[in-house]
């Protein structure tokens, strides 16, 4: 007798080899992505940022703490905008003590880019609750758990990173 799953017939309004295991998991993801978007949105509101600000410091404290000097358009390339939207980001999160604007060390032409200390404390400080919830539950896994979540997390990336934007069915 096998124990492989087997797929269920095709009920109406199904997809071609669907199953209902499937349709479970995939629906506990898009609960956990609109759970998370929402907490996102409610914890951007509170700091008053949008989610580009909150991406650019994130991206600003990784390379500080890498020792990584950034300027203005290795951040536009990061966050995929222009250098028009770049500057008034950079002016934005200057103006309210986000971010600092630096000469650069090597070029006197240039500037460099640096998130505050008390930008740091901020976001750590908002954020934090989030991160050690969900670490919470993330540690109740076994080891081997844990494995097949990675597993299954990688994998639907790679499955979603395959698509072209262009490509339709």
């Known amino acids: 007798m096998s124990t492989s799953p087997q797929a269920l017939p095709t009920p109406p309004g199904y997809w071609y080899g669907q199953t209902a295991e499937g349709m479970n998991v995939l629906n506990a993801l898009r609960d956990y992505r609109a759970a998370e978007t929402a907490m996102r949105r409610r914890t951007r509101s509170s700091m008053g940022m949008n989610e580009t600000d909150l991406q650019a410091l994130r991206y600003l404290f990784e390379a500080q703490?890498?020792?990584?000097?950034?300027?203005?358009?290795?951040?536009?390339?990061?966050?995929?905008?222009?250098?028009?939207?770049?500057?008034?980001?950079?002016?934005?999160?200057?103006?309210t003590g986000h971010v600092r604007r630096k000469p650069h060390p090597r070029d006197r032409r240039a500037l460099v880019l640096e998130a505050t200390t008390e930008s740091d404390c901020e976001v750590r400080q908002t954020m934090g609750d989030m991160h050690r919830r969900m670490m919470e539950v993330a540690t109740t896994l076994s080891p081997e758990d844990a494995a097949v979540v990675v597993d299954f997390l990688r994998r639907m990336r790679e499955a979603l990173d395959t698509i072209d934007a262009g490509h339709r069915g």
């Open 65 to 95: 703490k890498d020792g990584h000097e950034v300027s203005p358009k290795e951040l536009a390339a990061k966050l995929g905008i222009s250098s028009a939207s770049t500057t008034t980001l950079v002016d934005r999160l200057a103006r």
